[in-house]
Nanobody, 130 residues
């Protein structure tokens, strides 16, 4: 019912920047527009559990970030294009991970809990070299 496709991940040096994109499509948007759903970015590094990185409310008016990325990462959305973005500045080696976008069907604002997201993309690899 919903497909999420991430792009933009690559190898970058520490201190560099990247912008990830996540495009959404599917039958669900025939009934409720993309702007009806909060979105999140999560990441998973090798040997570690998946963790919340950033979230954005349905309208885009509110955002939330994990402490380690505050002031470095910015999440935004362009509802007319069914797309969310994650702009990452001053990247650090510890940011290396597969980054996933996710869609929350509940329409209750931002969640930091992975299990509350119904749909996930396939992920995009971000590697930060020191």
């Amino acid at each position: 019912q919903v497909q999420l496709v991430e792009s933009g991940g690559r190898l970058v040096q520490a201190g560099g920047s990247l912008r990830l994109s996540c495009a959404a499509s599917g039958r669900t948007f025939s009934f409720f527009s993309f702007s009806s759903y909060a979105m999140g970015w999560f990441r998973q590094a090798p040997g570690k559990s998946r963790e919340f990185v950033a979230g954005i409310s349905e309208s885009g008016g509110n955002t939330d970030y994990r402490d380690s990325v505050k002031d470095r990462f910015t999440m935004s959305r362009q509802n007319a294009k069914n797309t969310v973005y994650l702009k990452m500045n001053n990247l650090k080696p510890e940011d290396t991970a597969i980054y996933y976008c996710a869609l929350d069907l509940r329409r209750l604002g931002i969640s930091t809990v992975a299990s509350e997201y119904a749909y996930w993309g396939q992920g995009t690899q971000v590697t930060v070299s020191s």
